[in-house]
């Protein structure tokens, strides 16, 4: 099934001294692109985090945002050499500018990092390390489903945008049958006006509207741009990463677009290619947000 690249996922779990909070958040990105932010606790799980999430998406950027917390029985320790520095700054500051006053122990109990919890310093537990990696487990699952859902949606309005093309398409095929004859008819008359109704050398003429209709063949650009949807259709339907081979379809189908327009002056084959020009456009915004 198609996927999205834009969704959300969360997932907590909690543990006898800790609580870990997973967000995950995705938006379109050409790659997958992973942005990390937690606290410095969970800094050596960063690598282990990322692998897996890069095990369960391909394209998109991720913010992975985490969330940690020790419950009131964790044991904590003093951040001495960091408590100093705080209270040798505190004299100097009151030394130098003549102020009053003590730092008291609530003020210092609340700067930062001044209480650190003992797995700050010390190797995370397995309880610590199995719960992160659970509720990242949870987000993601919340987060897949999320891109699944909006894939499922992103997926009719682009089928919808397909059928649109092969009705224009099979209007320029509609309106190609018969341009060789129409080019005849109109050299003939052109011709005949010119030369104020004389004798026309039929092989001339023959070979003007050979020369005529190969510039003006557009059957192959129709071929192809049946083509094209085909495999759409086929890439639509599909699972797993279609997003790059799904823009490169569109680029082609641009591409045909154009040709038929270059080639072409029957008004109802050039509306045709805007229209698959327009179509294509609003696809290949839309085709930006599948994975």
Not at 99 to 107: I, N, P, S, Y
Not at 177 to 194: H, N, P, S
Not at 204 to 220: G, H
Not at 223 to 234: D, G, I, N, P
Request: proline letters at 1%; a negative charge.
């Amino acid at each position: 099934m198609l996927k999205s690249m834009t969704g959300y996922g969360q997932g907590t779990v909690s543990g006898d001294t800790f609580t870990v909070t997973v967000d995950l958040r995705s938006v379109n990105n050409r790659n997958l692109d992973i942005h990390w932010r937690a606290p410095q606790d969970l800094a050596s799980l960063e690598v282990t985090l990322k692998k897996q999430v890069q095990a369960a998406l391909s394209r998109g950027r991720v913010d992975m945002t985490i969330g940690f917390s020790q419950t009131a029985d964790s044991a904590y320790e003093l951040n001495r050499p960091l408590i100093r520095g705080y209270l040798e700054a505190l004299r100097v500051m009151r030394e130098e500018f003549g102020l009053t006053g003590d730092a008291d122990l609530a003020t210092l109990s609340r700067l930062p990092n001044v209480l650190l919890p003992k797995t700050a310093s010390n190797t995370l537990s397995d309880a610590v390390v199995q719960g992160v990696e659970a509720a990242l487990t949870h987000a993601l699952a919340a987060l897949v489903a999320m891109r699944a859902v909006e894939g499922h949606e992103l997926q009719k309005e682009l089928l919808s945008r397909v059928e649109r093309i092969e009705k224009q398409v099979a209007i320029v095929e509609s309106g190609a049958d018969g341009l060789v004859d129409a080019y005849r008819d109109k050299l003939r008359k052109r011709v005949t006006e010119l030369l104020e109704k004389n004798t026309i050398d039929e092989t001339r003429l023959a070979q003007e509207v050979a020369y005529l209709a190969e510039r003006s063949d557009i059957s192959e650009e129709i071929a192809r741009l049946k083509s094209h949807m085909t495999q759409l259709r086929e890439l639509l339907n599909n699972e797993g990463e279609i997003g790059k081979k799904l823009d490169f379809l569109l680029q082609e189908t641009n591409r045909e677009a154009n040709t038929i327009l270059s080639k072409s002056s029957e008004l109802s084959i050039c509306d045709a290619a805007i229209e698959i020009k327009t179509e294509v456009e609003k696809l290949r915004e839309q085709a930006n947000n599948v994975e």
